[in-house]
């Protein structure tokens, strides 16, 4: 009884019981099947920190529906089994999440990529010409180097003292009646002349500065003549001074006075107005002379060449267009004299400049000239009144001549930031030829200051 019982634990524990051996075999028809299964059963399903994956997302990956386990017999696909029965596996190690996300690869510029050529930079030196103390090239701002005239919008205040000169030669067909009290040229001296100008501007980056500028200037003086002997004529008499020996020691000496270039209204006695001692046989009478200048300009700028770092050179072409008109007249209680002319041309002009930079501020001279083709209208007329009657005669004549121009201009810039500056500058003019028709021929020079306030918006 006792060895039975031993045998019958023995068999009950036995290796084939327990299918813990390697080498035994189980023959029958689902030996392979479960042979498969266990082998399936002890396939690790994490990854083990004694052997630690390639890659943080390496995972075991069960086999292939329908694949073989070695030279076994994987038995029928029914069998096998699916997807959805499968654990959820981990796709990261612990060792990998412990040390957070992966950050993104870094972007390599475009220009630092091998076999990748950049297209060539087309250079424009005077753009962005970098001096100390300028403001940058900018939609916000402003570059000085450029010529210190680029900027949008300008209204400039021109003053100054004219002069118009030369010889007036009256047509044949006209003869006055008193040709020595005619008008002549430069006769009231003079003429205090102020105005106003408008400018616009568009400068493209590193291409220069396209300009329109109107400039009109206006002045008019007034002398009186007066006879050393006799009574002067009613006209002038209450200008005439009222001392004589204030007569006699300054206005038979040719002392000049002015009445501020408008004339009359002061009273007898009044010795500030311009008064010109004349023969008797001139008589006493009142001599005005004006002009206005409208003057439109149309010119480019270039770009300022550096010719060291704070000098640079810059060169203007264009066209101008002006209207000169001029008028001299002599009156008196009996006598009306009157000369008037008119010149209205086109042409073209060209200058050229230096400028000087100087931290916030720029110091430029320019020289330029041109010639206008100009139409030119002249009039001459006289009324006299005498024996109770009035005559009238009046000569005109039109024809085209060419006026040549010179100007010079010295100026100053002061930059308020990228959006306003102030300037102050003297200009020279000096035309030649005007009214050049039946032998006359009369030339304007100005010398003026103006003041300049530039905006940007």
């Not at 220069?208 to 200037?217: A, D, E, I, K, P």
Request: proline residues 8%; glycine residues 12%; negative net charge.
């Amino acid at each position: 009884m006792r060895w039975a019982w031993v045998i019958s634990v023995s068999l009950f524990f036995s290796p084939a019981r327990m299918g813990a051996a390697s080498t035994d075999r189980i023959d029958g028809p689902n030996a392979g099947r479960s042979s498969g299964v266990f082998a399936d059963a002890q396939m690790p399903l994490l990854v083990t920190p004694m052997a630690p994956p390639e890659s943080a997302l390496t995972c075991p990956i069960l086999p292939p529906h329908g694949a073989t386990d070695g030279n076994k017999n994987a038995g029928a696909a029914a069998d096998w089994p699916s997807a959805t029965d499968a654990p959820e596996l981990p796709i990261i190690s612990a060792t990998a999440a412990d040390q957070g996300p992966a950050e993104a690869p870094a972007l390599m510029p475009i220009q630092d990529i091998p076999g990748i050529a950049m297209p060539p930079e087309i250079p424009f030196p005077m753009a962005n010409l970098d001096l100390p103390g300028f403001y940058s090239d900018t939609e916000e701002g402003f570059t000085a180097s450029m010529n210190g005239f680029n900027y949008p919008f300008v209204l400039g205040i021109p003053l100054g003292l004219s002069v118009i000169s030369g010889t007036r030669v009256l047509p044949s067909n006209f003869q006055p009646q008193l040709a020595a009290r005619f008008p002549s040229v430069g006769e009231a001296g003079s003429i205090f002349a102020g105005g106003v100008l408008l400018g616009l501007g568009y400068s493209p980056r590193g291409l220069g500065t396209f300009s329109l500028n109107y400039r009109v200037l206006s002045g008019s003086t007034t002398a009186y003549y007066v006879t050393a002997n006799g009574q002067p004529d009613p006209l002038v008499a209450p200008y005439v001074p009222s001392n004589n020996a204030d007569y006699n020691n300054g206005y038979n000496n040719g002392y000049y006075g002015y009445d501020g270039g408008y004339g009359g209204g002061y009273g007898p006695g009044y010795s500030g107005v311009q008064t010109i001692v004349v023969s008797d046989a001139i008589g006493s009478c009142i001599v005005n002379s004006h002009f206005t200048l409208n003057q439109i300009d149309l010119t480019y700028t270039s770009p300022t060449l550096p010719l060291t770092n704070l000098f640079g050179l810059f060169a203007e072409i264009g066209s101008r267009g002006a209207v000169f008109f001029r008028e001299d007249y002599t009156n008196s209680s009996t006598v009306f004299q009157q000369a008037k002319s008119t010149d209205a041309g086109v042409g073209p002009v060209c200058g050229l400049g230096l400028s000087f930079f100087l931290g916030k501020g720029q110091v430029y001279v320019k020289a330029d000239g041109g010639s206008l083709f100009s139409w030119a209208h002249q009039l001459d007329r006289e009324m006299v009144v005498g024996n109770n009657s009035t005559q009238i005669q009046a000569n005109e004549i039109n024809g085209f001549h060419s006026v040549p121009m010179l100007g010079i201009e010295v100026g100053a810039l002061l930059y308020e930031g990228p959006y306003l500056t102030f300037g102050v500058k003297y200009r020279f003019d000096q035309w030649w030829g005007l009214d050049n028709l039946g032998g006359s021929e009369i030339s304007w020079d100005s010398n003026g200051v103006e003041f300049d306030l530039r905006w940007r918006y």
